[in-house]
């Protein structure tokens, strides 16, 4: 029987002094908070595994001198088939306020199977985008096999592609 799974990790941080002097006073509270959920299913007999991960990050400073916060959202599913391939796709989304406002979300595929029990072959693709600010694609291509039982060989392809907008003319 398949069971979900619940993890919630909250950190908070509190450093201060009692100094007079401004430049020396030291007052900041650090707070990270982790929420992670998944549930493993099961679709058309293939093993079925859906993520929801959530991150928020808050740092208060003494007189809200470079404050700043940043929360992350990300929702996944990886599917494993019996043939030792599986395939996996997240999207998230990025959101933060420090020295400027950040707003970004990713998609990421990844396809991998396995021939010959030792050879390893997998696809990537990777889009992430600020709106107004930039945008960055990656595909890749990685192949490797293991022989001998300690020696591995590695080789992968890749195309990156980065614009940037706000330093386009």
Known sequence: MNFPSLSINYYPVFLSNDASDAFDKLKTVNQNLTVAASYPFKILRELSTATVLFNW???????????????????????????????????????????DTLTKYTLNLIGRFTAMEVWQNSLGFNISSSPDKNQSLLLYINSNATFLKYFTIDARLEKSIYNDYQLAV
């Open 57 to 99: 990050n808050n740092s208060d400073n003494y007189e809200g001198i470079n404050n700043s916060y940043n929360w992350n959202l990300s929702i996944s599913d990886a599917i494993t088939f019996k043939n030792n391939s599986f395939f996996t796709g997240t999207f998230g989304l990025l959101k933060g306020m420090g020295f």
